[in-house]
């Protein structure tokens, strides 16, 4: 088993659910801090807050064109301008999935290297939604991520029918270039699937059981 420690070195501590507070933001913040996590990642309208909060002590992340992914290039660009100036240090953006349907890939390699650039230094993670996608549009995915410059492929936002699969976590790490790193999200609802992904290829994990799970808390949720 691998030390906890460790795992929560690999989780980005997430609430993104509508009704969330500033007092629940406040919360996760201090328990990402407390337990060690990669980051926070929430909602755009609390960055500032955030990131003011947390003077450093903890990477804030957030998301972009969330959880839709069609609204355009210009507004997701516009997102992810507006959150760094926040004091975001990691982006999260949805793809375009109408367009990657259509076989428009120039379109979604395009956006993804837009955004890459608003971030500049800062990271870039790309949620592809796996649960609406077929497995040659998640290769294909992988392949326009790797060109874009892009530093994370994501599987879910967590908002749709399904999340995160080891076998998605597989393909990916099959696919991408040397330079993506994968973030498996969406129902990673225990330590030993925590884990298993991790030794699947996924450096990152969007949860907020794990923590709860650690502070035996009910685990439920993202």
């Known amino acids: 088993m691998m030390d906890v420690k460790e795992i929560l070195k690999h989780v980005d501590h997430t609430l993104l659910l509508q009704p969330s507070t500033w007092a629940e933001i ?11 996590t990669a980051s926070v990642c929430i909602p755009p309208c609390y960055v500032k807050e955030a990131a003011d909060y947390l003077q450093g002590k903890m990477a804030v992340c957030t998301v972009i064109g969330f959880p839709n992914g069609n609204v355009t290039t210009a507004v997701k660009e516009f997102e992810t301008k507006d959150a760094i100036a926040n004091g975001a240090s990691e982006i999260d953006m949805v793809i375009n999935i109408g367009w990657l349907r259509d076989g ?6 395009n956006e993804i290297r837009t955004l890459k650039a608003a971030c500049g230094d800062k990271i870039l993670k790309v949620i592809i939604e796996t649960c609406l996608l077929t497995d040659e549009e998640k290769v294909k995915m992988c392949e326009l991520v790797t060109n874009a ?6 599987t ?13 976590v597989e393909l990916f790490a099959k696919h991408v270039g040397p330079n993506v790193k994968i973030k498996a999200a969406g129902g990673i609802s225990s330590l030993d699937d925590a884990e298993k992904f991790l030794a699947l290829g996924a450096d990152r994990l969007g ?3 794990i923590v709860k799970i650690v502070k035996n808390e009910e685990a439920s949720g993202y």
């Open 104 to 109: 428009r890939y120039d379109l979604v390699e």
């Open 149 to 154: 410059g892009a530093d994370y492929i994501k």
């Open 156 to 168: 879910s936002t967590g908002f749709s029918k399904a999340g995160a699969t080891f076998a998605d």
């Open 207 to 209: 949860t907020s059981r």
């Open 26 to 36: 406040k919360q996760i913040c201090d328990d990402a801090v407390k337990y060690g």
